[in-house]
């Protein structure tokens, strides 16, 4: 699956939904490239990204700093304290450049809370169906 060039500043987010479109559920091989590359001073081990978005179920992309490489983020919906938790990885983007973010590839739609993490507060964030969200942290 072919994408064009993205930077850092553009929006990791629209690059997976780019790549997913309608479907229930697609291959992106966007986020972290094909191949392994050295980036000076990281490695960016090369991957595919799944999400799994249609009806009521979307995505979610945390963009985080550099220092969170590696932890396990959590979310849990406002209306419980149910956690579900990914990692923070290095991740090429087409181009060269390196962002560090957590996927929750499969979220049901609702109001969410990114938990807080070291120095990282808790911030809400909606996750709509059929959609990739993408929130800074």
Not at 14 to 35: H, M
Not at 53 to 74: C, F, M, T, W, Y
Request: hydrophobic content about 40%.
């Amino acid at each position: 699956m072919a994408l064009g060039e993205t930077a850092v500043g553009s929006s990791v987010a629209s690059v997976v939904e780019s790549a997913v479109g309608s479907s229930v559920s697609s291959t992106v091989e966007s986020a972290v490239g094909k191949k392994e590359e050295s980036v000076p001073g990281r490695h960016c081990p090369s991957a595919s990204l799944v999400v799994d978005i249609g009806g009521d179920i979307g995505a979610l992309v945390v963009i985080a700093p550099q220092v969170l490489e590696n932890a396990e983020i959590e979310i849990c919906p406002v209306v419980s304290r149910v956690r579900t938790h990914t990692v923070v990885r290095a991740r090429q983007l087409p181009g060269g450049d390196v962002v560090y973010a957590g996927v929750f590839p499969s979220v049901p739609a609702g109001e969410y809370t990114l938990l807080e993490w070291g120095p990282m507060p808790e911030k809400p964030v909606t996750v709509d169906g059929g959609s990739v969200t993408q929130i800074n942290w």
